[in-house]
């Protein structure tokens, strides 16, 4: 049951290019995403976030772009360098309809970025 | 910075036999949960905890399955007797009220043999 889906199991960039990584939802109840970076033998870290009210969100470097209509998000990398080779999760919550803060995450099954120097 | 810690980094056990992973929220969080992630596979929900009881668990989370938190500090998930497909990677994840993101830690790798 993928309500999660992350096609591109890996992809490789070059230093100071954009990365696009991409992630799908079939879940129509999802009202907040996020994506997390993780690095091996690491936890997952929290990179930014977007609630399904707005259709971008910018952090530096890091902007994620939602149609909701095609139910899919990507995270875009500005200018993409090599300590950004790590795995990158789309994760999805039905937060409002869950109530409060308290919610579970749904996660696709990672994209691996390479950055080459 | 705060972080959720999580302790032993790797244990190992025989099938059977009862483990206790552990996890130290950060402090002022109020909502906790435990994700596994099998090698290979996706990050998977196990079960959130909220004021003291289970919020919401998952069909992973079965009888085997418990957690607690026994003090102010400590949230703990205990399997009572272990299979060889839970072997996975256990993180500790929690929040607070007006957070949206989750906080992870590092993981415990558990093997069972």
């Known amino acids: 049951d993928q309500q999660v889906k992350q096609n591109s199991p890996s992809l490789s960039v070059q230093e100071g290019r954009i990365s696009i990584l991409n992630c799908d939802y079939t879940?129509?109840?999802?009202?907040?995403f996020l994506w997390y970076k993780k690095y091996p033998a690491e936890g997952p870290t929290f990179l930014i976030s977007i609630s399904s009210i707005k259709d971008k969100n910018e952090d530096g470097r890091f902007t994620v772009f939602l149609n909701k209509s095609a139910k899919h998000l990507s995270l875009h990398i500005v200018p993409s360098q090599p300590g950004d080779s790590a795995v990158y999760f789309c994760?999805?919550?039905?937060?409002?309809?869950?109530?409060?803060?308290?919610?579970?995450?749904?996660f696709g099954k990672g994209t691996l970025l390479t950055v080459n120097p | 910075e705060p972080e959720v810690t999580q302790t032993p980094s790797h244990q190992v056990t025989q099938m059977g036999q009862e483990v206790i992973l552990r996890c130290v929220p950060i402090s002022n969080h109020l909502y906790f949960y435990w994700y596994r992630q099998i090698l290979g596979q996706k990050v998977e929900f196990l079960v959130s905890f909220y004021n003291n009881e289970i919020s919401e668990k998952s069909e992973i989370f079965d009888d085997q399955f418990s957690v607690e938190r026994p003090d102010g500090s400590n949230f703990t998930l205990k399997i009572r007797s272990t299979k060889l497909e839970d072997s996975a990677m256990y993180f500790c994840a929690s929040n607070d009220a007006n957070a949206y993101e989750q906080y992870f830690g590092p993981g415990t790798r558990l093997t069972v043999t």
């Open positions: 879940n129509s109840m999802f009202d907040y």
């Open positions: 994760a999805a919550s039905a937060r409002w309809t869950s109530g409060g803060s308290n919610y579970k995450l749904t």
